[in-house]
């Protein structure tokens, strides 16, 4: 089983939007009537993406596989992107948003980039804590809507971007490298992070124009 976290469904209402869960079952029958029934897409956080679907096998690592979910998100990200519609990924949303442009992850941070940062680490802190900086690429469309290119953020992912997608643009990294943001530059709205700013929305003004732009582009 796996839930979408009340912090998105609030993140979302607290800019006018209206928020529908939708399940992690989906098959390609459903994929057309909610490209075509919902305004925006936000793909959520949750456990790893079978490595299988990037071309690599299991390693000792993985967790919270569920084959279903990536089925279901992957196919309706694909059908989302081919009609442009806004997209707001977070975290694993981050990372299904990659493997479904053809790009892959590091499986584990630690295991595979030397001298990393401690990205887990909101694993044992409130998820608010912030964890690390990032920085933005100054022309990114996230930078604009952020009006900054240098912010603290949470950190709460054992796993990061390793090739990027077809069309994905990295936009923010953390001080150690790790792919903390990427965009499509010519989509309307396709912005994608590594961190939890649904998270961040009740202790600090910074992330709400993030879900602001998202429901305004989305037509709210
Ligand atoms: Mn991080």
New binding site residues.
């Given amino acids: 089983m796996c839930a979408v976290g009340e912090t998105y469904i609030r993140a979302i209402q607290h800019v006018g939007g209206t928020p529908v869960v939708i399940p992690p079952t989906t098959t390609e029958a459903d994929w057309a009537v909610l490209v075509s029934q919902l305004d925006g897409l936000l793909l959520s956080g949750g456990g790893d993406i079978a490595p299988q679907l990037y071309g690599e096998e299991s390693e000792p690592w993985m967790d919270q596989v569920n084959a279903e979910r990536d089925f279901s998100e992957l196919g309706l990200t694909r059908q989302w992107l081919a009609m442009e519609r806004p997209l707001l990924a977070i975290c694993r949303g981050h990372q299904v948003l990659n493997v479904a442009l053809g790009g892959t992850l590091y499986q584990d941070i630690t295991a595979h980039i030397p001298n990393a940062l401690d990205?887990a680490y909101v694993a044992t802190q409130p998820m608010e804590t912030l964890?690390?900086s990032v920085t933005l690429d100054t022309k990114s469309q996230l930078a604009a809507i952020l009006d900054g290119t240098t912010f603290d953020v949470n950190?709460s992912?054992h796993q990061a971007l390793k090739v990027t997608g077809d069309k994905l643009v990295v936009t923010g990294r953390?001080p150690d490298g790790?792919i903390?943001a990427v965009e499509i530059s010519e989509h309307p709205f396709c912005i994608s992070v590594?961190?939890h700013p649904e998270a961040m929305v009740k202790t600090s003004p910074t992330m709400w124009p993030l879900f602001e732009a998202f429901v305004k582009a989305s037509g709210g």
Avoid: C, G, P, Y
Wanted: charged share 10%.
């Fill in positions: 990205h964890a690390h950190s992912h953390a790790v903390e590594q961190w």
